[in-house]
């Protein structure tokens, strides 16, 4: 790895606490990706600023992912027992959005170019995730960095026996007021309810914050997030994805998230959950895409 980094025109390594992070300095932007999770932490366009929060007070830590960015959920989302039954598969309770998010990932690959930079990182299983998940499988995540952010994530089953997973590119957009902050793209779809017994309900017209919303929309939804200063734009290939802010109550027991922090940040998170987890079949791989760009 350190030798493709030596020949780098626009990626260091960099020790940030815990974690051993790329940090790169392009014409275009700067950004930052944690090893631990193959997690995008930051993001600065040099037009038009920052397309991701990284919250003030994220720690740098061992085994968890930094708060901000975008997490990558895999295999499971959230709470284990909320899955799907194909993918909870008799797993013991475990910690919430599966395990890819807190290990060491490698990076295969840096194409650099005038126009950004392509990076591949892979995650394995070894004797650690086999302990957790008995399953054998390759992760492998590319972000194309430039404009945009484009991020392709593939599963791999490399086992000989059917693979059920879910996950989710867990998106935490900035935002300077999120009482003035609306997501439009999900109008008239359906969407299940964490906060209220994990209903079924239909959306209406686009989505404002007044309260903790923890949504799972159903569709191929293509989403506009309108803020006070920004307006991004956020496309997928899945037909599920998940709308959240914590509110003022779940901020003061968030890691790592200031007690007012769910006043500047939203998540919108790319996924395949519930009804649209992923089935592999032994030697099956399918990829995960999404594109985020800042429209305005
Ligand atoms: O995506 C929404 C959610 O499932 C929330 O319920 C909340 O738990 C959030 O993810 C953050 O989870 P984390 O484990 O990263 O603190």
Redesign the pocket.
């Known amino acids: 790895m350190s030798a493709m980094i030596k020949r780098s025109a626009f990626c260091t390594f960099k020790q940030v606490a815990e974690l051993t992070c790329l940090h790169i300095e392009h014409p275009k932007f700067c950004a930052e990706i944690c090893l631990q999770g193959a997690q995008l932490t930051q993001f600065k366009h040099k037009q038009h600023g920052d397309l991701l929060w990284l919250s003030p007070d994220a720690n740098y830590q061992r085994g968890a992912?930094v708060?901000g960015g975008i997490?990558i959920?895999w295999p499971w989302?959230?709470a284990l027992a909320r899955n799907p039954s194909a993918v909870q598969a008799g797993l013991p309770s475990q910690?919430?959005?599966g395990f890819a998010r807190e290990f060491d990932w490698t990076l295969d690959d840096v194409n650099e170019s005038a126009h950004g930079v392509r990076l591949t990182l892979s995650l394995g299983h070894d004797e650690n995730t086999l302990k957790i998940w008995p399953h054998e499988f390759k992760l492998v995540c590319q972000l194309e960095l430039g404009d945009d952010i484009t991020i392709a994530l593939t599963s791999h089953n490399l086992s000989d026996t059917n693979m059920a997973i879910a996950q989710?590119l867990?998106t935490y957009f900035p935002t300077p007021n999120i009482h003035e902050t609306r997501v439009l793209g999900a109008g008239n779809g359906q969407y299940v309810d964490?906060l209220d017994d994990w209903q079924l309900k239909k959306q209406l017209a686009g989505i404002g914050f007044k309260q903790e919303v923890?949504r799972i929309y159903l569709g191929n939804n293509q989403y506009q997030i309108l803020t006070p200063s920004k307006q991004f734009s956020l496309t997928c290939n899945s037909h599920s994805s998940?709308v959240?802010n914590?509110w003022i109550k779940?901020s003061k027991r968030?890691?790592g998230?200031p007690s007012d922090g769910y006043k500047n940040m939203l998540?919108i998170?790319s996924a395949n959950v519930l009804s649209d987890y992923l089935q592999l079949a032994p030697g099956e791989s399918q990829t995960l895409r999404m594109q985020l760009s800042c429209v305005s």
């Open positions: 992912s708060r997490p959920c989302f959230g910690q919430a959005h989710a867990h964490a923890d998940v959240w914590p779940k968030l890691s998230f998540c998170e």
